[in-house]
């Protein structure tokens, strides 16, 4: 069972891997690029990504791509809750979390839901 599980959530970073892959390949072929050299993703730690089934999904999804020799950084936004209750600011990788000041279990979150592509550098002919 355990083994069926892990198998779904590669799926699903794959998924994820080759969507990133086609828009990248979209932008670089919009601009006439010949190939890509680097990617820079934004990854929260909120964004439901396994990270390391993301990076093992990426090397899978480049292979004959634009992205092939492409450096592919991860930059990882750690995810910052904020009380609704005394505002006060937190970093936490848990969507149920109470404030560490004042109990609360009312949180929102500021930052750390991100999937997305930050940067891409393209090689062009001229
Ligand atoms: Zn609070």
Do not use: W
């Not at 809750?81 to 848990?94: M, R, S």
């Amino acid at each position: 069972m355990a083994i069926f599980v892990t198998k779904i959530l590669v799926m699903h970073e794959l998924s994820i891997a080759v969507n990133i892959v086609e828009l990248v390949e979209e932008a670089a072929r919009s601009q006439q690029a010949e190939n890509v050299s680097k990617v820079v993703l934004e990854i929260g730690t909120l964004s439901g990504i396994e990270f390391d089934a993301l990076t093992f999904a990426m090397t899978e999804a480049v292979k004959g791509s634009l992205l092939q020799k492409a450096e592919i950084v991860y930059d990882i936004i750690q995810a910052v809750g904020v009380c609704e209750e005394c505002c006060h600011e937190f970093p936490t990788d848990d969507y149920f979390t109470v404030c560490p000041v004042c109990n609360s279990m009312h949180t929102s979150f500021i930052k750390g839901k991100e999937l997305k592509i930050k940067s891409i550098d393209l090689v062009t002919n001229d």
